[in-house]
Every structure is written in structure tokens, then in C-alpha cells.
């Protein structure tokens, strides 16, 4: 198993650019999350989604957006892209089966740079 | 809203000394608390998790402790060695998504 995968490793964007990071799993997670870092910071939960078809918002999601339109897949769209979203992006996916059940596995991460 | 607050936010110890992090959440229905590591550079990965039907779980020299009336867990690392140093995350899985805490940085000194 690949465990959770993220593309790009690293991205310069121009002010105004849009761009779509991309995520990918294959333990067959029911759960997927997008978290941003920024430097000496913590995590903050971007968007998440419990299952294909279904996504909800986090703590920070303006200025972002994502699709679940299959079990593998969460990537995480970034419109009009603004300095404020220079920060490092991280996926992870977790099986929640039991109640008591809900390890997370983080993907390498995404650093993204906007000048 | 749902929020997990870890002190402190910075820490140094003795090589062989213990370390202990503290957290609090504020979602009563938590039922599921890990605990993950980040090094440099590095992905955050799970050291420790515990469950709200236990209140102790301990794997070698690390521990967590949970009291669910007071609503908060530590981590506790003894014998702590330098690879030990990094950022140290607490979680808590409240009603529909885990929140962490902001990160503890932990220094082991020579």
C-alpha cells in the first residue's frame, strides 16, 4: 500500500491563480481530511468528507473548495489564490468503523507559495 | 464550538528527564483521543491513542492519561532520549471530526 499520496510536492503561485492539489488513498478510508499548516503553527481542518459524495467544512474553508466524487480521491481547489494561503497542505483518511476506531494516516504534504 | 487547548506550547527537558503535555477539549461527547508526532519537515504521524472507556494506556515510555470529568489527557514521554525532540499534537474526536490542539514543541538538551 501507497497509503495516502499528495501532488504536488511543492507549487509557486502568482496572486489571482488557481490551482487544484490532489490526494489519493488506497487503505479504502471511508473519512478524508485537508488540513493547512503554516510555519510554527498547528493543523487547521480545511474540509472533510465521510464518504464519496459528501463534503462539509472545516475550521478554515474560505478561499477553498473539494470534490469527493470517489472513495480514493479528495482533491482540494484553490480559486483565485491570495498570499494569505501560503501555508503547507496536508491529506489524511481515516476508517471509522467502531466507535472507539479513527487513526488518522497524513499524506507528505503540499507546500504552496504565493507571491 | 469545538476546541482543544494544549499547554505548553514550548518545552525543554534533561536528556533521561521526563516530559508531560497537557490538553483540554470542550466537546463532552469526545470519545477518541490520539496523540501524533511531527519532525521536521516531516508528516504528523500517530505515537499514542486512547480511548474514553479507558483512563490509562501506556506503550514503553510513552503514556497517556484521560480524566473525562475534568475534560483533559496528558502525554507523558520518560527517559527521554533525542530523538524525542519534535512537535507533539493532541487530538480529540468530538461529534463529526477530530480538532487538534496547536502543537508543543519539545527539546531534549545533551
Known amino acids: 500500500n501507497a497509503g495516502v499520496t499528495q501532488t504536488p510536492k511543492f507549487r509557486i503561485l502568482k496572486i489571482g491563480q488557481s490551482m487544484t492539489l490532489q490526494c489519493t488513498q488506497d487503505?479504502?478510508?471511508?473519512?478524508m481530511y485537508w488540513y493547512r499548516q503554516d510555519p510554527g503553527m498547528g493543523l487547521k481542518l480545511i474540509y472533510y468528507?465521510?464518504?464519496?459524495?459528501?463534503?462539509d467544512k472545516g475550521e478554515v474553508p474560505n478561499g477553498y473548495n473539494v470534490s469527493r466524487s470517489t472513495t480514493e480521491d479528495f482533491p482540494l481547489r484553490l480559486e483565485l489564490a491570495a498570499p494569505s494561503q501560503t501555508s503547507v497542505y496536508f491529506c489524511?483518511?481515516?476508517?471509522?468503523?467502531?466507535?472507539?476506531?479513527?487513526?488518522?494516516?497524513f499524506g507528505p504534504g503540499t507546500r504552496l507559495l504565493v507571491l | 464550538g469545538e476546541n482543544v487547548e494544549q499547554h505548553p506550547s514550548t518545552l525543554s527537558v534533561q536528556e533521561g528527564d521526563s516530559a508531560v503535555i497537557k490538553c483540554t477539549y470542550s466537546?463532552?461527547?469526545?470519545?477518541?483521543f490520539p496523540w501524533y508526532k511531527q519532525e521536521l519537515g516531516k508528516r504528523p504521524q500517530l505515537i499514542i491513542d486512547?480511548?474514553?472507556?479507558?483512563g490509562e494506556k501506556k506503550d514503553q515510555r510513552i503514556a497517556v492519561t484521560l480524566n473525562k470529568t475534568a475534560k483533559h489527557f496528558s502525554l507523558h514521554i520518560t527517559e527521554t532520549q533525542p530523538e524525542d525532540s519534535a512537535v507533539y499534537f493532541c487530538?480529540?474526536?468530538?461529534?463529526?471530526?477530530?480538532?487538534f490542539g496547536s502543537g508543543t514543541r519539545l527539546s531534549i538538551r545533551p
Open positions: 489524511a483518511s481515516s476508517h471509522k468503523g467502531t466507535v472507539y476506531q479513527e487513526t488518522q494516516y
Open positions: 487503505m479504502n478510508h471511508n473519512y
Open positions: 468528507s465521510v464518504g464519496a459524495g459528501i463534503t
Open positions: 466537546d463532552s461527547a469526545s470519545n477518541y
Open positions: 486512547i480511548r474514553s472507556n479507558v
Open positions: 487530538a480529540a474526536r468530538g461529534a463529526s471530526k477530530i480538532i
